[in-house]
T-cell receptor, first 113, second 110 residues
Framework: DTAVSQTPKYLVTQMGNDKSIKCEQN?????MYWYKQDSKKFLKIMFS???????INETVPNRFSPKSPDKAHLNLHINSLELGDSAVYFC????????????FGAGSRLTVL | SQQGEEDPQALSIQEGENATMNCSYK?????LQWYRQNSGRGLVHLIL?????REKHSGRLRVTLDTSKKSSSLLITASRAADTASYFC??????????FGTGTSLTVIP
């Protein structure tokens, strides 16, 4: 009954590969996000979707492509992985407006070798 | 940049002491939130303060907000070893855009 679940939790891959991280929320929230947390713990927003529509794209390389098949899912596909993509990627969700808070998943640690 | 900036970056205190961490930001906001992250886990929401509020309490947590200085503080009273974690502030300007900083790493020594 996890509220925001993301898979896989750990991902180790070679440079140049393509990989995906999946996220699902069962909270009935309309808005979902991807955040990237680097080794210094800086948490940077990457994308935000509201009811399957992209609303934030924060200057992320186009190797990163989010896909939202429905409002409960937001997947992240990364092409041609680079060393600098190594980070922890967090999925989160919230209600669409007002003084809302984020509910985070447990994170997916991506290591690019 | 819209990101918040926490200060100090790291804080180490004895159990029972109070811990204070600060957050500064650059743009106008609707509200400011504090989150906690235990090692290897996702962030968990602690408390939200709206732009028209100056102080808010929740259990051992006390948050202040000074919109004229674009700053906030989080006070944890009577700290416990279990409070050891990283603490992040997040600013919300439009209702669905949340910007975080690098956090304050708090260590509470038993």
């Amino acid at each position: 009954d996890t509220a925001v679940s993301q898979t896989p939790k750990y991902l180790v891959t070679q440079m140049g590969n393509d990989k995906s991280i999946k996220c699902e929320q069962n909270l009935g929230h309309d808005t979902m996000y991807w955040y990237k947390q680097d080794s210094k713990k800086f948490l940077k927003i990457m994308f935000s979707y509201n009811n399957k529509e992209l609303i934030i794209n924060e200057t992320v390389p186009n190797r990163f492509s989010p896909k939202s098949p429905d409002k409960a899912h937001l997947n992240l596909h990364i092409n041609s992985l680079e060393l600098g993509d190594s980070a922890v990627y967090f999925c989160a969700s919230s209600l669409p407006s007002g003084a809302n808070v984020l509910t985070f998943g447990a994170g997916s640690r991506l290591t690019v070798l | 940049s819209q990101q918040g900036e926490e200060d100090p970056q790291a804080l180490s205190i004895q159990e029972g002491e109070n811990a204070t961490m600060n957050c500064s930001y650059k743009t106008s906001i609707n509200n400011l939130q504090w989150y906690r992250q235990n090692s290897g886990r996702g962030l968990v929401h602690l408390i939200l303060i709206r732009s028209n509020e100056r102080e808010k309490h929740s259990g051992r947590l006390r948050v202040t907000l000074d919109t004229s200085k674009k700053s906030s503080s989080l006070l944890i009273t009577a700290s416990r070893a279990a409070d050891t974690a990283s603490y992040f502030c997040a600013t919300d300007s439009t209702g669905n855009q949340f910007y975080f900083g690098t956090g304050t790493s708090l260590t509470v020594i038993p």
